[in-house]
T-cell receptor, first 113, second 114 residues
Framework: AQSVTQLGSHVSVSEGALVLLRCNYS??????LFWYVQYPNQGLQLLLK??????LVKGINGFEAEFKKSETSFHLTKPSAHMSDAAEYFC???????????FGTGTSLTVIP | DTAVSQTPKYLVTQMGNDKSIKCEQN?????MYWYKQDSKKFLKIMFS???????INETVPNRFSPKSPDKAHLNLHINSLELGDSAVYFC?????????????FGPGTRLTVT
């Protein structure tokens, strides 16, 4: 069975501050891990993914995430928050068949000017 | 140029009615999905089709029936709508990239049942 847990349903940061969104996974097999972003009234857009090629994954808009097997974590970071980063962020996990994606409950990011 | 499109974007209807939501993808993907996102933003998979064959059928009321006339289309028909069906419904398609997969989401259909 696979699942992800996102710690913190709401995160607020000041503009220019570090963004850290937490995701822990549970998987009986090596997982594929994803971060998606959802802007208001829009669909989900892929930010980045981990597929075992490299533990530090860089995505779009300056985001990156590090896969840590020992901590079963895949936290999303960005060095400097921008107002346009305000959105809902979802962590997701899938197995290697890719049929089923399991999403976390989402973290709403607010950026304070 | 929209990769995954859904119609309608907004749907307001009364309890007991039957409605359909359409989804089309022009990406050439073989697998498509329907998700339901509730008011708390929780995203739950409902169905998945691969080449017109149902491969995922999660526990949803049988009032919900997906139809895939071809691999580019996956429609969702809902009978006897209930208040609890109010949500945003997302269609997605899946692409294999090397040794992994990516999902591409449509813009969503906001269903309001009154």
């Amino acid at each position: 069975a696979q699942s992800v847990t996102q710690l913190g349903s709401h995160v607020s940061v000041s503009e220019g501050a570090l963004v850290l969104l937490r995701c822990n996974y549970s998987s009986s097999v090596p997982p594929y891990l994803f971060w998606y972003v959802q802007y208001p009234n829009q669909g989900l857009q892929l930010l980045l993914k981990y597929t075992s090629a490299a533990t530090l994954v860089k995505g779009i808009n300056g985001f990156e995430a590090e896969f840590k097997k020992s901590e079963t974590s895949f936290h999303l970071t960005k060095p400097s928050a921008h107002m346009s980063d305000a959105a809902e962020y979802f962590c997701a996990v899938s197995g290697h068949t890719g049929n089923q994606f399991y999403f976390g409950t989402g973290t709403s990011l607010t950026v304070i000017p | 140029d929209t990769a995954v499109s859904q119609t309608p974007k907004y749907l307001v209807t009364q309890m007991g009615n039957d409605k359909s939501i359409k989804c089309e993808q022009n990406l050439g993907h073989d697998t498509m999905y329907w998700y339901k996102q509730d008011s708390k933003k929780f995203l739950k998979i409902m169905f998945s089709y691969n080449n017109k064959e149902l491969i995922i059928n999660e526990t949803v009321p049988n009032r919900f029936s997906p139809k895939s006339p071809d691999k580019a289309h996956l429609n969702l028909h809902i009978n006897s709508l209930e208040l609890g069906d109010s949500a945003v419904y997302f269609c997605a398609s899946r692409q294999r990239i090397y040794d992994s997969y990516e999902q591409y989401f449509g813009p969503g259909t906001r269903l309001t049942v009154t």
